[in-house]
């Protein structure tokens, strides 16, 4: 089954302890992408990747990392999580963003920070 | 100006009516657009690419109007099981290719 997986799908942790959401995608897809989900804000893209170790910000960067070792799998990584980091994290994966091609979601993240 | 922007709703209608969303976009430069359905909180899902020509896909319409630079979404013939939140997506090109925008999603009741 083609599918975009994260885990953890859960976690409350607290502030400045580090932490990685891992991302994994069976799809062959060369495009993969983070994004958080908060209230009144729509879903705002973290960062993406174009292909492996090709990588770049998108509109709320600030405080992640991302790592494309492998096409399959795209971690993010808060290496000193804030409580303004609490959101709902979407993975995301596609063939090609430019095209017309549905981009497949992971079924998100729940992150509290306290 | 938000770069992709909705009326939030919330629509409420009942059973059978017709509804129409729309979407307007600030970039000139925005290459695609699609409409995702997102239940609950849940991971959105996609539910129609825009083309310029426009496109139907049973009950739902979609259009694009590139010199207006705005999205819309029509609904006939509103089920129970189109109550969801509807989200705008745009992609960008040149400098921006890869970079994605959501508007912040239009939430739909349909009542009985």
């Known amino acids: 089954e083609a599918q975009v997986t994260q885990n953890p799908r859960y976690l409350i942790t607290v502030t400045g302890k580090k932490l990685t959401v891992t991302c994994s995608q069976n799809m062959n897809h060369e495009y993969m992408s983070w994004y958080r989900q908060d209230p009144g804000l729509g879903l705002r893209q973290i960062y993406y990747s174009m292909n492996v170790e090709v990588t770049d910000k998108g509109d709320v960067p600030e405080g992640y990392k991302v790592s494309r070792k492998e096409k399959r799998n795209f971690p993010l990584i808060l290496e000193s999580p804030s409580p303004n980091q609490t959101s709902l994290y979407f993975c995301?994966?596609?063939?090609?963003?430019?095209?017309?091609?549905?981009?497949?979601f992971g079924p998100g993240t729940r992150l509290t920070v306290l | 100006r938000k770069e992709v922007e909705q009326d939030p709703g919330p629509f409420n209608v009942p059973e059978g009516a017709t509804v129409a969303f729309n979407c307007t976009y600030s970039?000139?430069?925005?290459?695609?657009f699609f409409w995702y359905r997102q239940d609950c909180r849940k991971e959105p899902k996609l539910l129609m690419s825009?083309?310029?020509s426009g496109n139907e896909d049973g009950r739902f319409t979609a259009q694009l109007n590139r010199a207006s630079q705005y999205i819309s979404l029509l609904i006939r013939d509103s089920k129970l099981s189109d109550s969801a939140t509807y989200l705008c997506v745009v992609t960008r090109g040149g400098t921006s290719y890869g970079k994605l925008t959501f508007g912040q999603g239009t939430i739909l009741t349909v009542h009985p």
């Open positions: 825009v083309y310029s």
């Open positions: 995301a994966s596609t063939a090609r963003p430019d095209l017309y091609n549905e981009q497949f």
């Open positions: 970039n000139s430069a925005s290459q695609s």
